[in-house]
């Protein structure tokens, strides 16, 4: 855990398809203190975005959630992780084609591995997805932070396309079935 404003916090690094539509996500969650759109899991160092699109850097668009473990657990988080998105489907979100935007669980702790892990067989055994969950789960791996354009690309275009098409339907959805969970000036 690393301390930052006084407040013990801890790491999370999800893949689950296009980092814009990720990190508005989570950055409308309690207890959520900062999300970095970025690239990990790949091969070289430092790629820049129109590497990654290439697909063969073998990096994911990522984010690295700083977060308040009194406030909201790294099990809440793999809940919302799992809601926002389709683990079933391999490298692809959509229209997101690839491996840059496959379903991935980065563990920052032997605890967080564990969890991971129950959790997508919990899902499993309750039958919530049609198809088998291929949610990856791996250890964390140098994560590069995306060009300063992608950071809080949502809540800087709004009025973009894809913003509201594909990221809004998320936000409204996580308003809905996760109000308990939001800040309040996100509610």
């Known amino acids: 855990?690393?301390?930052?404003?006084?407040?013990?916090?801890?790491?999370?690094?999800?893949?689950?398809?296009?980092?814009?539509?990720?990190?508005?996500?989570?950055?409308?969650?309690?207890?959520?203190?900062?999300?970095?759109?970025?690239?990990?899991?790949?091969?070289?160092?430092?790629?820049?975005?129109?590497?990654?699109?290439?697909?063969?850097?073998?990096?994911?668009?990522?984010?690295?959630?700083?977060?308040?473990?009194?406030e909201i657990s790294f099990e809440e988080l793999l809940e919302v992780f799992f809601a926002t998105h389709d683990p079933t489907t391999l490298n692809r979100q959509g229209n997101d084609v690839g491996t840059q935007y496959r379903s991935e669980i980065f563990y920052t702790t032997a605890i967080q591995a564990q969890q991971a892990k129950d959790f997508i067989e919990f899902l499993e055994k309750e039958r919530v997805f049609k198809n088998p969950i291929v949610t990856a789960i791996s250890e964390e791996k140098p994560f590069y932070k995306a060009e300063e354009d992608h950071q809080d690309f949502y809540n800087s275009n709004p009025r973009q396309p894809y913003c509201q098409f594909i990221i809004d339907?998320?936000?409204?959805?996580?308003?809905?079935?996760y109000a308990n969970k939001l800040k309040k000036s996100t509610a």
Request: aromatic share 10%; hydrophobic share 35%; charged share 25%.
């Open 1 to 70: 855990m690393s301390e930052q404003n006084n407040k013990k916090t801890e790491i999370a690094i999800f893949a689950n398809g296009c980092f814009w539509c990720t990190e508005a996500v989570f950055q409308r969650l309690k207890g959520v203190e900062a999300v970095v759109s970025g690239y990990t899991g790949g091969a070289i160092k430092n790629p820049a975005y129109r590497e990654i699109c290439s697909g063969r850097t073998g990096h994911a668009e990522g984010i690295k959630i700083t977060f308040n473990p009194t």
């Open 169 to 177: 339907p998320k936000i409204n959805k996580i308003k809905k079935y």
